[in-house]
């Protein structure tokens, strides 16, 4: 059976600052949208309707802002609402973990609708430009919630070859989870993105396809994952994440119904 192999949270100090792998994945989360982004104005389809490069270093400040104070802000009042009323000082203390996706996305929703109000571009032709850079970096914020054994799974079968121990948890075999959401709903949602946009696709379908290509996968893999709370809808148990999640999948179908039958001439 594999353990965890809790390894500490600060990747190296210069002096009495301390930089913590957490930190790094979010740096590299963003590098890629930089680089993914370079691609994916290559490509005929985004450069006829004159997207540049810059466009998306200057898209990044505005993004870096939507992410870390909407994902922070999602996580007080999503999962942990009354520990943080108890204690507001943890509130800023992003470098220790603890964002949420759900909360991200809306801060980046938010961002991206100022960005687009400043460019006189249409907000979800923003959207449909960015959804296939999202899914990589998500999955560098899960590899550092594994470093920071935070996100435990499920109690698992001992008989799951990768089923591991948190010391942190208990002794039981549990599911990696935060591996689980980085491989789908990371990496896997990120092949099936880029793909489908590589061609010219129908304005609000990239997007649609991400919003419920997301929901979809999170809503699959917190089966795997500890959750935060749980709540009971007519005899059926869903978690947390599950739950912000269905909102998601509910606007992604509707993104790609007005897609693909109100707006079929108009290509991103």
């Known amino acids: ?13 210069i002096g009495p600052l301390a930089v913590r792998w957490y930190g790094l994945m979010y740096l590299a989360a963003f590098v890629q949208v930089i680089l993914l982004g370079r691609l994916r104005t290559r490509q005929p389809h985004i450069a006829a309707a004159g997207w ?11 993004g870096v802002l939507g ?12 999962y942990h609402p009354a520990y ?22 809306l ?33 560098f914020g899960r590899i550092g919630n594994f470093i920071n054994a935070e996100l435990p ?27 689980y959401q980085a491989l789908v709903d990371g990496v896997l949602l990120f092949i099936a993105l880029w793909l489908y946009a590589r061609k010219p696709r129908p304005y609000l379908a990239v997007s649609g396809l991400f919003a419920a290509g997301y ?3 999170r809503f699959f893999t917190e089966y795997f994952r500890t959750p935060d709370y749980e709540v009971s809808v007519a005899g059926w148990t869903i978690s947390a994440g599950q739950m912000l999640s269905l909102p998601m999948v509910a606007l992604g179908a509707a993104l790609l119904l007005v897609a693909y039958t109100r707006t079929p001439a108009n290509t991103h």
């Open 1 to 13: 059976m594999l353990i965890h192999p809790m390894p500490d949270p600060i990747a190296f100090a």
């Open 52 to 62: 540049k490069p810059e466009h998306i270093e200057d898209m990044l400040f505005y």
């Open 67 to 78: 992410v870390v104070l909407g994902g922070r802000l999602g996580e007080v009042l999503f």
């Open 84 to 105: 943080y009323l108890a204690n507001p000082a943890e509130m800023l203390a992003v470098w220790k973990g603890g964002m949420s996706f759900h909360g991200g996305f």
């Open 107 to 139: 801060g980046v929703l938010l961002a991206m609708a100022l960005w687009a109000r400043k460019h006189g571009r249409r907000w979800m032709e923003v959207m449909d430009l960015i959804a296939p850079l999202v899914p990589l970096g998500y999955a």
């Open 153 to 179: 799974g499920r109690v698992a079968d001992a008989t799951l070859p990768w089923a591991m121990v948190w010391p942190s948890v208990d002794a039981l075999p549990r599911h990696p989870s935060p591996i």
């Open 215 to 217: 929901g979809c996968a």
